[in-house]
């Protein structure tokens, strides 16, 4: 029988990793127990719930809390809660309004495989991009879903109907065909990071047997963007679903929203109906998701589920359906402390390898003995790629930090290209002023997991096995870091570069945030400023918020021309990793920190970019015209 997800696990833990499970508290199931650790200073619990919490724990006595009193272990806390509730069986899916996005109280967590429990988990039934922003039509279902209440109609605009994925031209199934049912949750209609790089996988299968649904690029990573109830309402509350004004839907006030967070260096107010403002509450998912070779599919280590995913076949668009694994997921939300957001990036536990297969790290993040992938010959150590890859350092004359430039040729590697892939994880680089001429191999993340947060990960997999099933997947996903307030680049002493306090935000890889499958190439493991769009193009000091008309005298310090990306409570921040690229590519464009919104209505899903290495899976024409429609300003 299962034990009902409204108990509360709670488990207490402290700094370091030696903790010894005595016994075992879960309400209403069993008599209580309780946990020794081996040092006494107590942190709060790792709670196992179905309930999403809605904001940062801290001893602030204000309300809502200041972040800046938040520390990096409560941070990652609240990230684990948060996925724990979000990875959670949903309830069974017919189309009934009050269905997406709620947990089945009756499922044990981790359990996705008994009648009663099998199917899409929480975060699994929210809203695709392209069931918010269809590139034809309404959104589907609105304005009501079926059955809706007769007295008062849906409330929620049509958000519990059953996916459907309208572009803006029909898209048909390939042929060989995959899984015959119904449509799929997990819609992969991206396959690169964010127009940049291209990622695979090498111990992903390398071809699919001739029986096996057609896929050109099986060890390719592919990855998808939903939203929950509460962003989706007000999009359609709002009819802001469309590329233009029209009859049922208009595109979002995005410049006048812009205009006002340039102006302020701050949002609108929440909820505001004349620009966009999420309320709190307002929750974003990006995942990535792979083919698994045999050894993986069978070893309970990865949450997989029937994807539906695209690709090209003879000069068109088509989808198809396979089984996939998990190897990311990443969360952000707002809450009435953070109106730019909290930010959360968890990974499958065996995503960074060595050539020979095996794991760098373990499931709670600390690097393994012994199994760190060497250098190239003739590479400098550290190397976190191979090739290294980097941009020209200039002094910035303007003060604050460097600048980064592009060359104005792609540079030769040195070392060559990656030939010895092995089990590893490799990216293309797609740009041409970028080096495309060969892959990356990833060898080790830019800045590792602070000990904090492997601290953290360890308790919560506690929690889990205390409270899970066997085979529960979700013990091998680690929280990779979180970001919960904004930090400028070039912040005083101690700053970003030299301070290293793991208690807190205020370290390189908190900082920098950056996800070994989802930020892979060099410009997003270490984000900041904008990144390079042509050659030549500043990259540090991209200007998302012009300064006011006319400027201020004296000058602000730092100057206006040192490079702000994320506008909050009236000052401007150099921000890195996910909140920065959101700032630079929602928050600053009139999005609200959602790039889904700023980029608007889903006109095509996108299947795998023209690979120049493997000239038999180059795509059409039609594959670079879907891409040359995305403006994305970096």
């Known amino acids: 029988m299962a034990t009902s997800a409204s108990a509360r696990l709670t488990l207490f833990g402290v700094v370091g990793t030696s903790i010894a499970i005595s016994a075992i508290a879960i309400a209403g199931a069993r008599s209580t127990q309780h946990v020794a650790a081996a040092q006494v200073a107590p942190v709060l619990p790792i709670i196992v719930s179905v309930v999403v919490p809605a904001e940062l724990p801290s001893k602030s006595?204000?309300?809502?809390?200041?972040?800046?009193?938040?520390?990096?272990?409560?941070?990652?806390?609240?990230?684990?809660?948060?996925?724990?509730?979000?990875?959670?069986?949903?309830?069974?899916?017919?189309?009934?309004?009050?269905?997406?996005?709620?947990?089945?109280?009756?499922?044990?967590?981790?359990?996705?495989?008994?009648?009663?429990?099998?199917?899409?988990?929480?975060?699994?039934?929210?809203?695709?991009?392209?069931?918010?922003?269809?590139?034809?039509?309404?959104?589907?279902?609105?304005?009501?879903?079926?059955?809706?209440?007769?007295?008062?109609?849906?409330?929620?605009?049509?958000?519990?109907?059953?996916?459907?994925?309208?572009?803006q031209n029909g898209v048909s199934q390939c042929m060989p065909a995959g899984p015959a049912g119904s449509t799929a949750w997990v819609n992969l209609d991206e396959t690169d990071q964010i127009t940049l790089d291209q990622m695979y996988a090498g111990s992903a299968p390398t071809a699919r047997p001739s029986t096996a649904p057609y896929n050109t690029e099986p060890q390719l990573i592919r990855f998808l963007a939903k939203a929950n109830r509460t962003m989706y309402t007000y999009i359609a509350a709002n009819k802001w679903w469309g590329l233009a004004a029209n009859s049922t839907g208009s595109a979002p006030p995005l410049t006048a929203t812009s205009a006002y967070v340039s102006l302020n260096l701050a949002d609108p107010p929440n909820g505001s109906s004349t620009m966009v403002s999420f309320p709190a509450g307002t929750l974003?998912?990006?995942?990535?998701?792979?083919?698994?070779?045999?050894?993986?599919?069978?070893?309970?280590?990865?949450?997989?589920?029937?994807?539906?995913?695209?690709?090209?076949?003879?000069?068109?668009?088509?989808?198809?359906q396979d089984t996939f694994g998990m190897v990311a997921l990443h969360i952000i939300q707002k809450t009435p402390a953070t109106p730019y957001f909290v930010y959360a990036t968890f990974e499958q536990a065996d995503n960074i390898r060595n050539a020979a297969g095996k794991s760098t790290e373990d499931d709670d993040g600390r690097l393994i003995a012994g199994q760190q992938q060497a250098c190239a010959v003739g590479q400098p150590s550290p190397c976190p790629t191979t090739p290294t890859e980097g941009f020209h350092d200039a002094p910035n004359s303007m003060g604050g930090p460097k600048i980064y430039v592009a060359p104005s040729a792609p540079p030769t590697p040195t070392p060559g290209y990656c030939s010895n892939i092995g089990a590893r994880v490799y990216y293309l680089e797609e740009k041409p002023f970028l080096p495309h001429g060969g892959y990356f191999c990833v060898n080790a993340r830019d800045n590792p997991i602070p000990k904090e947060i492997?601290?953290?990960?360890?308790?919560?997999?506690?929690?889990?096995?205390?409270?899970?099933?066997?085979?529960?997947?979700?013990?091998?996903?680690?929280l990779v870091n979180v970001q919960y307030f904004p930090i400028d680049l070039a912040m005083p002493s101690p700053g970003i570069y030299t301070g290293h306090n793991p208690r807190s935000a205020e370290n390189p890889a908190?900082?920098?945030?950056?996800?070994?499958?989802?930020?892979?190439?060099?410009?997003?493991?270490?984000?900041?400023?904008?990144?390079?769009?042509?050659?030549?193009?500043?990259?540090?000091?991209?200007?998302?918020?012009?300064?006011?008309?006319?400027?201020?005298?004296?000058?602000?310090?730092?100057?206006?021309?040192?490079?702000k990306n994320t506008a909050y409570a009236h000052h401007g921040f150099d921000m890195g990793g996910c909140m920065g690229c959101h700032g630079s590519q929602g928050q600053s464009q009139g999005g609200d920190f959602s790039v889904i919104t700023a980029e608007g209505s889903v006109l095509f899903p996108e299947p795998p970019h023209p690979n120049p290495l493997q000239p038999a899976a180059l795509a059409n024409a039609l594959r670079r015209n879907v891409y040359n429609r995305r403006l994305v300003n970096y």
């Not at 974003?284 to 998701?289: G, H, T, Y």
Request: glycine residues 8%; proline residues 11%.
């Open 284 to 320: 974003e998912v990006k995942s990535a998701w792979r083919l698994l070779n045999g050894a993986e599919a069978a070893s309970s280590r990865y949450r997989t589920t029937t994807v539906r995913y695209y690709d090209t076949q003879n000069g068109q668009i088509c989808w198809n």
């Open 454 to 478: 492997v601290a953290v990960n360890a308790l919560a997999h506690a929690a889990i096995r205390a409270h899970d099933v066997p085979g529960d997947p979700f013990r091998h996903y680690k």
């Open 61 to 167: 006595q204000r309300t809502p809390p200041d972040p800046h009193t938040v520390t990096l272990r409560q941070a990652a806390e609240f990230a684990w809660e948060e996925f724990i509730a979000l990875n959670w069986a949903a309830v069974p899916q017919h189309g009934v309004v009050g269905s997406r996005g709620i947990a089945n109280s009756n499922c044990i967590f981790g359990d996705l495989t008994s009648r009663q429990c099998a199917g899409p988990t929480v975060w699994e039934t929210f809203r695709g991009k392209v069931e918010i922003f269809p590139g034809a039509g309404n959104p589907p279902g609105y304005p009501a879903a079926t059955p809706a209440p007769a007295s008062s109609g849906d409330p929620y605009l049509g958000w519990d109907a059953l996916p459907r994925y309208n572009y």
């Open 510 to 563: 908190s900082f920098y945030m950056s996800n070994g499958v989802v930020e892979t190439d060099r410009g997003l493991q270490l984000f900041s400023g904008g990144l390079l769009k042509l050659p030549g193009t500043i990259s540090n000091y991209y200007q998302n918020f012009p300064p006011p008309n006319p400027s201020p005298s004296p000058q602000p310090s730092p100057p206006w021309l040192t490079h």
